[in-house]
Nanobody, 126 residues
Framework: QVQLVESGGGLVPAGGSLRLSCAAS????????MGWFRQAPGKEREFVAV????????YYADPVKGRFTISRDNAKNTVYLQMNSLKPEDTAIYYC???????????????????WGQGTQVTVSS
């Protein structure tokens, strides 16, 4: 059974940093792309970042480019999201996602993504 467990969310002032982690279990995730999405109240779930199987390819949504960094440790089946220079508009529930392909994540085709975590709340105060 596949399980994705996020951690690292919390309350941080604007300009601060957080590091999210997502620990995966249930299969060999080195064969999968891993990514992060977020969903703010009243809004649709949106793509944040994705990293390819080996970690060599990364893609980011425009609002987070230059501030967020995605990385992975295949030995630990874990993906990370380092978030710096946080803004109040980054406030959302952040979800870990896993899929064999990068493309559905980059395109926010959420219905096509195989696995999701339960989410972790990130709140940035102004």
């Amino acid at each position: 059974q596949v399980q994705l467990v996020e951690s690292g969310g919390g309350l941080v002032p604007a300009g601060g940093s957080l590091r999210l982690s997502c620990a995966a279990s249930g299969r060999t995730f080195s064969n999968y792309a891993m990514g992060w999405f977020r969903q703010a109240p009243g809004k649709e779930r949106e793509f944040v970042a994705v990293i390819g199987r080996s970690g060599g390819a990364t893609y980011y949504a425009d609002p987070v480019k230059g501030r967020f960094t995605i990385s992975r440790d295949n030995a630990k089946n874990t993906v990370y999201l380092q978030m710096n220079s946080l803004k109040p508009e980054d406030t959302a529930i952040y979800y870990c996602a896993v899929d064999p392909l990068i493309a559905p994540m980059k395109s926010s085709r959420v219905d096509e993504i195989d696995y999701w975590g339960q989410g972790t709340q990130v709140t940035v105060s102004s």
